[in-house]
Every structure is written in C-alpha cells, then in structure tokens.
C-alpha cells in the first residue's frame, strides 16, 4: 500500500531499489523472529543466521534492533537464564560457562557482571564437590598425588578455578584417608 502498486507501473530506479530493500527488511525480520522465538538467542547468533542467508549488514542490524524492541533478544538476560542454567543442570563452573558465553558473542562486561553475580553461590562449590566425589569413585589407584592430579584435570575441565579445586581436593582426599 505504501508504494501503491498497480499492474503496468512503471518504477523508477531509486523507487525499485526502495521497495527491494524493504522487503528484504521485512523478510529478514520474519527469519529472526522465528529464529528467535524457538529459542532464546544472543545477537551475535541471530546475526550468523542471517548472514548465512546473505543479508547486508545494514538489514541484519535492524532486524536486530527490532528484535531487541521487542525483547525478543536481550544478551543480559540471555547470560544471566544460561548461567544460571549450567550452573544448575549442567553443573559448570565459572571459566567453562564464561567460554562459552564468549563464544556466542556476550561482551566481557555482561559476562563479568553475570559472573560476579554469581560467584558466591553455594551451588557453584556443592556442584563441584559432587562432581569431585562422583569422580573420586572412578579413580582406580591409591595414590594421593595421581588422585588429586585426576581431579584437578577433571575439574578444570568443568570449569572451577584452581583455588576451589585445591580446596575440595584437600577436604575430599583427606576425608577418603
């Protein structure tokens, strides 16, 4: 209605241009609604999904934007739900859960603030002393130094830092003594 369309209209170049470039618009904004409506994304993801579609930069930044209007895409929130759920089913540990949030393109500074939030939830030790007890059975040798060096690698690889690892492996191997 807006270009007020008829059968044998001729348009100019810069009207043709106009209208192609809004329908991209409008196309990629379904795309990225839909893309964001099945599952909560960052920018960054619904970005990579658009380009593989080819749209320009420009398009795929309002697509973005109109996303973010409507709340359909917010990287805090996004950070802050992951966290929390990793946190809580899949039992990460802080540097595990901030690699990934930088891999699907969260800024340093939501990350850092999603963390610091986080940090001194009891959860995060209880999660990994369970991890470290459940580990603990698995290991076959007696030796203290192979146990913890097992543990220490196993838990790194979670994601806790060294100095929480030091601490359930002292209270853990000292309580299987």
Sequence with gaps: MKYKLVLGLCLEEKE???LLSEN???FAKRIAYAFASYKF?????ISDKLKTLDFSENIIELAISFLVEFKLCD???YAKIF???KIKFNKWGPKKINSELSRRGISANIIDDTLINEQENPIIKE???YLAEK???SIKTENYFKQKQKLYTFLSGKGYNSEMIDIICEELLKKND
């Design 75 to 77: 990287d805090e929130l």
């Design 41 to 45: 994304r960052t920018k960054k993801e």
């Design 16 to 18: 043709y241009e106009n």
């Design 127 to 129: 999660n990994a002393f």
């Design 24 to 26: 991209q618009l409008i």
């Design 83 to 85: 966290t929390r759920d």
């Design 135 to 137: 580990k603990l059975k």
